[in-house]
């Protein structure tokens, strides 16, 4: 509808009723107002994200735009600026553009838009290397976030892109591992080109790999993102995660070479070594039942392919990592284990689980029937 035509119309009634209905007159126009705006901005939303409107977006949004920037929604009106970011001549310009925007809805009614602008502009700073710069944004823009009962999940993907991008810049692996699946569980994967996703997935896997707090790849080996590795240069990584995930240490040495190809890889890789010789104790502990886990060096030795004299330390890791529960006899040479972090099954790994079952389920069946033998006059009397 024409916004004179409406306005126009509510004037002329406005005049024409009695006193006490003025302010419903003023009520009414005040939510045409509001409406007008939105219907605007929804136009302005759209508009800007046609390729064809690259070149009028500064011009738009700085004579334009501005002039009404209060009246619409602020949330709205970042994203217009940040759409309006991507034509400034280079990221120097950008960021003193993004300022000033972050500045402008720095108000308590608009502080969800204040996080949006304030994470788009520790973005270009990242882009810029100053990494401290974007830190102290970043953690203002948390503070906030966490005081929110709810907010747009756009911010919240904003965050935590922009927090993984900082954590990965620093090489903080387990943080932006943990940044990165926040990111992505706050979008539509559909959303994200072939190209993205696959980039996404490697640095998902490389990180997982050589983060020296993550020893549970779960939540990845369950996520859609790591199946667009497949049938790709870097389907081996795909691999080399299932790998660890279940201890193989002949799977391991089969995908060994492949991590050459990787430099952050190759530079890790004593570290790798000690990982999958973690994960198959882990694994051997997992396969025996709960009342056989008193395990010999020698024989952690085997299932490990770990040197005698460095079976200690690597029990006495997994202990101090929480992989593992239990105590170590040392004269003895014995590891009693009474706990197992649990983790992702695969089919192998559940079939085997599924026959520690049946001899569980077999073993009850006999000790009832030996208490039902051995307990007649019991039960008699």
């Known amino acids: 509808m024409d916004p004179e ?31 007008l705006w939105h219907q605007l901005t929804d136009v302005l939303v759209e508009y800007f994200n046609t390729p064809a409107s690259a070149a009028q977006r500064l011009p738009l949004f700085r004579h334009f735009i501005l002039s009404f920037a209060e009246k619409i929604n602020q949330l709205k009106f970042v994203s217009l600026a940040l759409l309006t970011a991507t034509q400034c001549s280079d990221d120097h310009e950008r960021l003193s553009f993004l300022t000033d925007l972050t500045a ?11 996080v949006y602008a304030l994470v788009a502009t520790s973005e270009i ?28 999940t756009e911010v919240h993907a904003a965050f935590y892109r922009t927090n993984a991008a900082y954590y990965q810049a620093n090489s903080d692996f387990g943080a932006y591992y943990k940044n990165a699946l926040l990111y992505l569980a706050c979008i539509d994967l559909k959303t994200l080109s072939l190209e993205d ?51 193989d240490l002949a799977g391991y040495q089969r995908l060994e070479h492949q991590i050459s190809v990787s430099p952050l890889l190759s ?30 060096f020698g024989t952690i030795a085997q299932e490990t392919n770990v040197q005698p004299k460095d079976i200690e330390i690597l029990i006495m890791k997994a202990l101090s990592l929480g992989l593992l529960k239990g105590s170590i006899d040392q004269v003895a040479g014995i590891a009693r284990i009474n706990w197992v972090q649990p983790k992702v099954l695969d089919m192998k790994q559940i079939d ?12 009850v069946n006999q000790l009832g029937n030996w208490i039902e033998g051995v307990g007649k006059d019991v039960w008699a009397a």
């Open 125 to 152: 700073k990242l882009r810029l290397e100053d990494y401290a710069g974007a830190r102290k944004d970043l953690d203002t823009a948390e503070s906030i976030l966490e005081s929110f009962d709810s907010v747009e």
């Open 352 to 363: 085997s689980m599924r026959g520690r079952l049946r001899d569980w389920d077999s073993s």
């Open 267 to 296: 530079s890790h890789q004593d570290f790798l070594a000690q990982k999958i010789a973690l994960s198959a104790l882990t694994e051997a502990v997992f396969r025996r039942p709960p009342h056989d886990r008193a395990m010999t």
């Open 104 to 114: 402008k809805v720095n108000k308590a009614s608009s502080q969800d838009a204040y």
């Open 5 to 35: 035509v409406v306005s126009k119309f509510l004037d002329e009634q406005r005049e024409a009723a009695p006193d006490h209905l003025q302010q419903s007159f003023l009520t009414i126009e005040d939510y045409w107002d509001r409406k």
């Open 197 to 247: 996703a696959q980039s996404r997935a490697h640095d998902l896997s490389v990180a997982a790999l050589i983060s020296t707090s993550i020893y549970n790849f779960g939540e990845l080996l369950l996520h859609p993102i790591l199946d667009s590795l497949t049938s790709t240069p870097h389907a081996w990584l795909r691999d080399l995660l299932f790998t660890y995930n279940r201890g």
